[in-house]
């Protein structure tokens, strides 16, 4: 793209759709035979959000969702970094030098990603880092970075082991009589590239018209 880096992509695919953001939902009342959301009713619902968080959600439908609450899951810190000018979009780099696993070169997935002149990354590391590490592995880490800012994100990874599809999959089971399907990297317990999370959504719509 020459705009909007990889949001360009998501803006792409919300045209025509009534994409509504900054509206948290805490809540799935069931009235009747609708869901409840705010002060709207809905027909059924997909949820993309974390599993781990429905059941707390559900209200009126007497769901139970036995096994989510185990689910594992690991977090990331993300820093981003103005780093020296290079060809590349995704560099994986496992190395027992540095910390850091992979870095995005926003700043090279289109022009309006970085000011003029400069070309950004987001580093990443596994779990959660301070401010003090964070510097001292961007020290050891290829193409230069210098500190701009960073954030950790406690759920990014799901982790499974054997119990984890049965749980989802049960889940599925008790959630379709009530119109309520899972969608999604967390919702699913999936580790989902986007490639494979679109063709999960377009395999779920085509089950729902037919």
């Known amino acids: 793209p020459r705009s909007g880096g990889s949001q360009f992509v998501a803006d792409s695919l919300a045209r025509g759709l009534d994409i509504r953001?900054?509206?948290?939902?805490?809540?799935?009342?069931?009235?009747?035979?609708?869901?409840?959301?705010?002060?709207?009713?809905?027909?059924?619902?997909?949820?993309?959000g974390n599993v781990k968080a429905l059941p707390a959600m559900l209200q009126g439908a007497g769901i139970s969702l036995p096994g989510v609450e185990t689910l594992q899951y690991h977090g990331t810190t993300s820093v981003l970094c103005e780093v020296d000018p290079n060809p590349y979009s995704w560099i994986y780099m496992p190395s027992e030098a540095h910390e850091s696993h992979r870095i995005i070169c926003t700043g090279n997935f289109a022009a309006s990603n970085a000011p003029a002149g400069?070309?950004?990354?987001?580093?990443?590391?596994?779990?959660e880092m301070s401010r003090e590490e964070i510097e001292e592995q961007l020290q050891c880490t290829p193409f230069s970075p210098r500190?701009?800012?960073?954030?950790?994100?406690?759920?990014?990874?799901?982790?499974?082991?054997?119990?984890?599809?049965?749980?989802?999959?049960?889940?599925?089971a008790a959630l379709k009589p009530h119109s309520?399907?899972?969608l999604g990297r967390f919702a699913e317990w999936e580790y989902y590239n986007m490639d494979a999370a679109m063709a999960a959504s377009m395999k779920l719509i085509r089950q729902l018209e037919a």
Not at 36 to 45: H, K, L, N, R, Y
Not at 157 to 172: C, L, S
Request: charged share 25%.
């Open 118 to 127: 400069m070309s950004t990354a987001t580093i990443e590391f596994s779990e």
């Open 21 to 48: 953001y900054n509206s948290p939902v805490e809540t799935l009342r069931r009235s009747g035979d609708k869901w409840s959301i705010g002060s709207e009713e809905f027909d059924a619902v997909i949820f993309c």
């Open 180 to 182: 309520i399907y899972l």
């Open 147 to 172: 500190y701009i800012t960073h954030r950790y994100t406690p759920c990014t990874y799901p982790v499974q082991d054997g119990e984890t599809r049965g749980i989802i999959e049960a889940a599925k």
